[in-house]
């Protein structure tokens, strides 16, 4: 495969996506499939939600023209003696087609969180089984290669599964699932080229295209939504474009590869899970402790939100594709000192601007309660007074009792 069939692949797809999103939006008012205003959504209007079936359209006609039918991985230079095998690319296509259908169904009329989990194990097994989508050895970085005869079928069914909740956790404001996804979709479709696996190049252009043609009428303010349709659709096509393009290879950094490119809807959904946990809530319940909540709180609009995390992401995405083209190492275990030292900068930037990030969300969340607190105790006092006893507070780390 190359370049230039997954550029004309991502063409296509965007093309048909944006086409059909109109005609998805129709079909959804006309059923019923429509989203209403809510806190957690941050929904201004009702608005139809299954956008995903556009994608999917997109995704099924640009894989059709221009997606092989088997991709092979083969063992080459740099890569872990176990990698390669032979991955349906049909069966990777069934298992999408199913997880939109299911997401679909959830959309026009919700189904049960054990029901909803089954559809997504489903086309899980059905990419692992049946496409050979499945890690079975993981090369770790200054580890060496790990086998997992055994368990590799079982931790690729979970990381497809754990991928499309995290997408659909993240798909809370207008454009923001689908523009991650696309930038995501192109960083790795770079990556798998770089490691010669062509045919999970154009799977992850045509991931990208299809997403960002439903973005067009996504963007806010919104004129349709993806829906669960969508979001798992474009988790699960996502994951198994991890999987085959840069995992199964085997290659040095590639463990690392995914996580990074996909850090910003881990950390959301890491962050969320984990404070739900804390108080004893179960994982999968609805709150308003997303970035893009905690943002929305502190006054930004839905377009700064959304190009807030999109620069997060773009930054992340470039670390990503940074440690295949910085020629730091040459993959077989030899290192060149000057690159290594540049690589490092690189990845401590992004660390730094992520900790900042992560940081500014907490502190600015927490200006904006404890200001809402002394103003209730106390009307009278002034906006001065307020914001340099916040200050003062967040920069001693003592807090006055109020009430």
């Known amino acids: 495969m190359r370049y230039w069939d997954a550029f004309f692949a991502f063409l296509v797809a965007m093309a048909v996506a944006a086409l059909l999103t109109p005609v998805a939006a129709r079909l959804a008012r006309r059923f019923g499939a429509v989203v209403m205003p809510s806190e957690r959504g ?46 349906h690319t049909w069966a990777i296509m069934a298992g999408a087609g199913l997880i939109a259908l299911v997401g679909a169904v959830d959309d026009y009329r919700p189904l049960t969180p054990l029901v909803k989990l089954l559809g997504q194990i489903t086309a899980a097994v059905i990419a692992v089984a049946v496409g050979h989508a499945v890690v079975t050895d993981v090369t770790i970085p200054f580890i060496g290669t790990q086998q997992l005869p055994n368990t590799g079928g079982v931790l690729t069914v979970i990381w ?65 939504f993806m829906g669960d349709s969508g979001a798992n659709l474009l988790g699960y096509l996502l994951g198994v474009v991890a999987v085959v393009g840069s995992v199964k290879t085997g290659a040095v950094v590639t463990l690392v590869v995914p996580l990074i490119v996909l850090a910003v809807p881990f950390l959301d959904t890491g962050f969320v899970v984990a404070k739900r946990l804390k108080y ?64 490092a900068a690189i990845l401590l930037i992004a660390l730094a601007a992520s900790i900042y990030l992560i940081y500014v969300l907490e502190i600015l969340k927490f200006k904006s309660r404890r200001t809402r607190e002394l103003r209730t105790v106390d009307p009278a006092t002034s906006e001065d007074q307020i914001d340099e006893r916040v200050q003062r507070e967040v920069e001693t780390g003592e807090f006055e009792r109020v009430g």
Request: net charge positive.
């Open 42 to 87: 941050l929904a201004e209007r009702a608005t139809p939600a299954w956008g995903g079936l556009a994608i999917l359209a997109g995704v099924l006609v640009a894989a059709l023209i221009w997606l092989p039918g088997t991709i092979s991985l083969r063992h080459t230079a740099g890569t872990a003696p176990g990698s390669g095998g032979i991955v």
């Open 160 to 224: 497809l599964v754990g991928l499309m909740n995290v997408v659909n956790f993240s798909d809370g404001v207008d454009g923001l699932a689908a523009g991650l996804c696309t930038i995501d979709g192109v960083a790795f479709s770079i990556i798998a080229f770089d490691l010669h696996v062509g045919g999970a190049g154009v799977l992850a252009a045509l991931t990208a295209g299809a997403a960002l043609g439903f973005l067009f009428h996504n963007f806010y303010p919104a004129s349709v």
């Open 280 to 343: 004893r809530r179960k994982p999968w319940s609805h709150d308003l402790n997303h970035f893009h909540h905690r943002m929305a709180r502190m006054g930004f609009s839905q377009r700064r939100t959304v190009a807030y995390l999109y620069g997060w992401t773009l930054m992340l995405a470039g670390v990503a594709v940074a440690l295949r083209f910085v020629p730091y190492s040459n993959h077989r275990g030899t290192y060149h000192l000057g690159w290594v030292l540049v690589m």
